[in-house]
């Protein structure tokens, strides 16, 4: 099939069903508000990404952007590499090309986090090397409740309960994007059904030792209950919100307090002191972060536990999140941890 037709078919497909046009419109709105001509769109050969690929090539088809697809095969299951083989092939006859990248990392422990630091890690690296500003993430509706019910089992304050945000900078060049958090994952299944002819099941999606699974199963049990998702996906948007208001207060406090050296990071002891609990943690939170360049902080219980030994002596010296926690005189002193 060749370039225009395989063009003119995708469109046909799309527009011709209302609500696909729908969900297209919306993933066009958001990425002309980017306003970038390179995104990495990151495939997985679920259906939510397939149907983000799908919306991905008929945007590149009336834009001049350029579209980069990648796979990271997490090496985790022994068909792994064959899995990704055949959704390369799958795209192939669509005229998408894509790239695998195989993790040879051993995983053996806290499966899900470690699997997504190196999926992400593969992903910058590549957008570092191919100067491509923006990731893209198929993440959904329910990928959003799912991870509000994920860290309200954990205690999370406002910025865990206010879930994924659609924009996030990963580093100084990076940006990570979620165009498709306000879709239903049925929508997306749709897509991928009729622009591929279905999508890959993994297996590790039924699992129920991983949390997420867990309370995925609850979905329907919760909703025949009268506990509706699009009211919770609502909720998770006033929460975002009321984050994003606390947020302008938080960053000038944090000027006040905070002191950026070349390998370190300085905390005035003193005017730490006078913030609450909440803000004490937002700072040394976002401290660590600063620090490792990270995108992802500390654990909110682990943050407070550090908070409360710094506050018990004159000379603790304590790590956290790759990063030597230190008092010396009226000063908290956060720098990377020398590992030998």
Do not use: W
């Not at 696909?20 to 495939?43: C, E, G, H, P």
């Not at 834009?63 to 792994?80: E, M, P």
């Not at 039924?206 to 909703?223: Q, T, V, Y």
């Not at 401290?287 to 550090?306: F, G, H, Q, T, W």
Request: hydrophobic share 40%.
């Amino acid at each position: 099939m060749s370039k225009k037709n395989s063009s003119a078919n995708l469109s046909l497909t799309i527009n011709k069903h209302k609500e696909f046009s729908k969900i297209y419109l919306l993933f066009k709105s958001k990425l002309n508000l980017l306003k970038k001509k390179s995104f990495l769109i990151a495939v997985s050969g679920g259906p939510d990404s397939l149907a983000l690929t799908a919306l991905s090539k008929l945007y590149s088809y009336e834009t001049k952007c350029k579209f980069f697809y990648v796979l990271v095969d997490h090496n985790l299951r022994k068909n792994s590499s064959k899995e990704a083989k055949l959704v390369k092939q799958l795209l192939s006859k669509h005229k998408i090309p894509l790239r695998i990248m195989k993790n040879k990392k051993k995983i053996d422990h806290n499966i899900q986090n470690l699997a997504r630091e190196i999926r992400y890690n593969f992903l910058t690296s590549f957008c570092k090397k191919k100067k491509i500003p923006v990731i893209l993430t198929a993440h959904n509706l329910e990928d959003q409740v799912e991870t509000f019910f994920i860290r309200l089992s954990r205690g999370s304050g406002l910025d865990g309960l206010s879930s994924m945000r659609p924009i996030n900078k990963l580093n100084k060049t990076v940006t990570l994007a979620r165009p498709l958090l306000e879709v239903k994952k049925e929508k997306l299944i749709n897509i991928s059904n009729k622009i591929f002819g279905g999508y890959f099941k993994d297996p590790s999606n039924r699992s129920k030792k991983f949390l997420r699974i867990r309370i995925r199963k609850l979905k329907i049990p919760l909703e025949s209950s009268g506990i509706n998702y699009d009211r919770i996906f609502q909720s998770i948007k006033n929460l975002a919100s009321s984050r994003d208001t606390l947020n302008l207060y938080f960053m000038n406090i944090y000027k006040d307090v905070v002191v950026k050296e070349k390998n370190k990071i300085l905390i005035d002891f003193t005017d730490l002191n006078k913030l609450n609990t909440e803000m004490q943690m937002r700072v040394l939170k976002k401290a660590i972060k600063d620090v490792m360049k990270s995108y992802y902080s500390p654990r909110s219980k682990k943050i407070l536990n550090l908070l409360n030994n710094v506050k018990l002596s004159l000379t603790a010296k304590l790590t956290l999140g790759g990063c030597v926690i230190m008092r010396h005189k009226n000063h908290l002193i956060v720098k990377k941890e020398i590992k030998v």
